[in-house]
């Protein structure tokens, strides 16, 4: 059971993906989760279903979808081949896309869990203080949420290193472009080089684990106060 020179391209691709999808995560769903915990729109509860719906979607429908948009045919196709880009299909850009789309509720779902909880009496008191709404949020309502912050950021990297169905669809299996851990799995699957396959999924099962227990183990240390 080795790791060969492809295994370790795949898996030094997965992990940049996770990271960057990571990252982008955390200053998307930020804003978007205080908008969710703390505004009083009537649309919160449709773009709280938007953000949710990658949940319960067969990741190859949301797949699908990107691949329509993203390709020849597609608005977003059109536009990037239109602005000199190319095709964002079957390309690394593509794939974080879809991984960022994918991991939404990942990271939406725990950052807003901990700004409910703050309630409004935190940001009352600092206007009372003459504190800037900006001046408040950063200053009073993100310390309080680190929790939840990281535990979105543990999350969302684990589901990006797990996901198959979308990268299979949006990104392909290209060496060095799209290939990553999941994919290669099915790759020596296929070629019946089940050794192979198995060191990476054993990789895979002790990463989840590990990301299970952390969890687990901040929950413990915080009384419950991390969000799932």
Do not use: C
């Amino acid at each position: 059971m080795t790791v060969d020179a492809a295994d370790v391209e795949a898996i030094v691709l997965t992990l940049k993906l996770a990271a960057l999808s990571s990252l982008i995560l955390l200053l998307l769903a930020t804003p978007l989760a205080w908008w969710l915990a703390q505004g009083r729109s009537r649309g919160r509860a449709a773009v709280s279903a938007l953000v949710t719906l990658p949940l319960v979607l067969p990741p190859t429908v949301l797949g699908f979808y990107l691949l329509v948009l993203l390709g020849p045919d597609g608005p977003v196709g059109q536009l990037t081949r239109h602005m000199g880009w190319g095709l964002l299909s079957f390309s690394f850009t593509g794939l974080l896309i879809g991984s960022v789309l994918a991991s939404l509720p990942f990271a939406v779902q725990p950052i807003q869990h901990a700004f409910e909880s703050l309630g409004r009496r935190p940001m009352e008191v600092a206007a009372t203080l003459r504190a800037r709404p900006l001046d408040a949020f950063f200053s009073v309502a993100l310390p309080q949420a680190r929790a939840g912050l990281l535990t979105a950021v543990i999350l969302s990297f684990a589901h990006t290193i797990g996901e198959f169905g979308m990268v299979l669809m949006v990104g392909g299996n290209i060496p060095g472009e799209t290939r990553v851990v999941s994919t290669q799995i099915y790759g020596h699957v296929e070629a019946l080089e089940l050794g192979r396959a198995h060191t990476l999924a054993a990789g895979m099962v002790l990463l989840s684990f590990g990301v299970l227990l952390m969890l687990a183990r901040m929950r413990r240390g915080r009384g419950g106060r991390v969000a799932p």
